[in-house]
């Protein structure tokens, strides 16, 4: 599943490719993207420029030049194909965007679940999402008490967008063997040091993120995960084999050496 890394380096290269460009024409290839594209948002959306690309958790937002706002989202899979309008579409192809000056931007997913939603001037939605643990005024102060409102472990709680943006299965367990901190810790009995530790441990996660961002979803990544999907392979740190537990449905890597709760 694309995570912050991932979406980040997708809405650098969109907007590369998108970024002050006029759109001839929005197409949706699949009946799930139809939901969302739909003909009157073609229609609203056709001739419209690109006026600004960001991310928000891992939601990339593309502000039109009258205010209106395309929402993507990834979901479990997706990627940009740029390249030139009139040429064959890529594989998986679900929306197509057309842009004036022959450019063209396919966002391609196997699995069909990703969504582009169209939102008008001054009805933007809200995302829900907590602070960027990227953001330089985000404090561990700051990132302790949002925990505090969490029940249970902390592990789950770091994967609630509310509680901090973009932060999925993967960099939530690097990020707590960077700190040292058990995914079974209770996430409101963080302490004040514990949780500056955590939110090193969620920067340097996301930075060495960042590194592979493009490669890691085609399975291709140069640099290994520190316990992500490394159950039974030695800590990089300790040499003893990385577990892996169950928490909310999901699986959980961790050090029990490295990580004491
Ligand atoms: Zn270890």
């Not at 650098?12 to 948002?41: C, F, K, Y």
């Not at 979901?75 to 679900?94: F, I, K, N, Q």
């Not at 993967?170 to 810790?185: D, M, N």
């Amino acid at each position: 599943m694309p995570e912050l890394p991932e979406v980040e380096f997708a809405v650098r290269l969109l907007r590369r490719h998108a970024l002050r460009r006029r759109i001839v024409q929005l197409r949706a290839h699949h009946p799930s993207q139809r939901r969302g594209v739909t003909a009157r948002v073609t229609a609203a959306v056709q001739g419209r420029e690109v006026s600004r690309i960001e991310r928000r958790g891992k939601h990339q937002l593309l502000h039109l030049d009258d205010g209106a706002l395309l929402l993507v989202h990834f979901r479990m899979d997706g990627e940009w194909v740029l390249g030139r309008s009139g040429t064959a579409l890529p594989p998986h192809a679900r929306v197509t965007f057309d842009f004036h000056d022959g450019r063209r931007a396919v966002l391609a997913d196997p699995r069909a679940l990703c969504t582009v939603t169209w939102h008008a001037a001054g009805a933007h939605p809200d995302l829900g999402l907590g602070p960027e643990p990227e953001d330089p005024l985000l404090t561990a102060a700051a990132l302790r008490e949002r925990l505090l409102t969490k029940r249970g472990p902390i592990k789950p709680a770091l994967l609630d967008q509310a509680i901090i943006a973009g932060v999925g299965n993967i960099y939530a367990a690097e990020a707590l063997w960077h700190a040292g901190i058990a995914p079974t810790a209770i996430a409101q009995r963080l302490s004040a040091e514990r949780a500056q530790r955590l939110l090193d441990g969620l920067r340097r996660a996301l930075a060495d993120g960042h590194v592979n961002a493009g490669r890691y979803h085609r399975g291709e990544r140069s640099i290994p995960f520190n316990v992500y999907d490394r159950e039974g392979e030695p800590c990089p740190r300790c040499a003893r084999p990385v577990r892996r537990i169950a928490q909310a449905g999901r699986s959980t890597y961790y050090c029990a050496r490295c990580q004491p709760r």
